[in-house]
């Protein structure tokens, strides 16, 4: 049973440009959770998604900032006109269940650099 | 607001030598506690999970422990060794389904 995949592992954006960080959850999976560690900072929740919804965007930035989990593929996080201070790993986990107490599966993460 | 705090930041050890490292929390309301293992540039791998109605749990060389009335988690590492020099994290689950992390401590084994 593979993990949570995420891809790519390392990108490079400049100034201005789109990035799309993409994660497939564990298999049996169907809630994904996506977070951002910014250098020497915690881990801090974005995004909480199931299939097609998205349940709780609490910690989005309000600009620039989407993310998805369609009824087929990977959830996909996508930063608009990337700026330097989005330099960061972005993490996705899964769980199987969205309700009570669940382990969140971690992927390897996405590092994310903006020239 | 959920707070997790960690102390100490960082933390060196000898090789062979017990430790306890601390995690606390703001709000008792948890679902559960989960302690991770983060080694440079790589991503989190998960160590212990303790629910919000168990004292402990214990894998290998690691024992965590919860008092949520307290908002208090230790992570016990016995005979450490230079290969559980990483950060550690914790993070707790709240019903708001999002897991709230500590910035982690930096642990170095030194052969």
């Known amino acids: 049973n593979a993990g949570v995949m995420q891809n790519p592992r390392h990108l490079v954006r400049r100034r201005g440009q789109e990035a799309r960080l993409r994660c497939s959850p564990m298999k049996g999976h169907s809630h994904v959770y996506w977070y951002r560690q910014l250098p020497e900072e915690g881990l801090k929740f974005m995004v909480y998604?199931?299939?097609?919804?998205?349940?709780?965007e609490s910690g989005m930035p309000k600009e620039r900032f989407s993310a998805e989990f369609p009824k087929e593929g990977p959830s996909i996080l996508r930063i608009q006109q990337v700026v330097r201070g989005d330099s960061a790993a972005y993490f996705c986990?899964?769980?199987?269940?969205?309700?009570?107490?669940?382990?969140?599966?971690f992927g390897p993460g996405t590092r994310l650099t903006v020239t | 607001k959920q707070e997790v705090t960690q102390i100490p930041a960082a933390l060196s050890v000898p090789e062979g030598e017990n430790l306890v490292l601390n995690c606390s929390f703001t709000d008792s309301a948890i679902y559960n506690l989960q302690w991770f293992r983060q080694d440079p540039g790589k991503g989190l791998t998960s160590l212990l999970l303790?629910?919000?109605?168990?004292r402990e749990q214990t894998s290998g060389r690691l024992n965590a422990s919860l008092d949520k009335s307290s908002g208090r988690s230790t992570l016990y590492i016995a005979a450490s060794q230079p290969g559980d020099s990483a950060t550690y994290l914790c993070?707790?689950?709240?019903?708001?389904?999002?897991?709230?992390f500590g910035t982690g401590t930096r642990l170095t084994v030194i052969p």
């Open positions: 993070a707790v689950q709240t019903g708001a389904n999002n897991l709230f």
């Open positions: 998604l199931q299939k097609e919804n998205i349940i709780d």
């Open positions: 986990a899964s769980s199987p269940s969205g309700s009570g107490s669940y382990e969140q599966y």
């Open positions: 303790i629910q919000s109605s168990q």
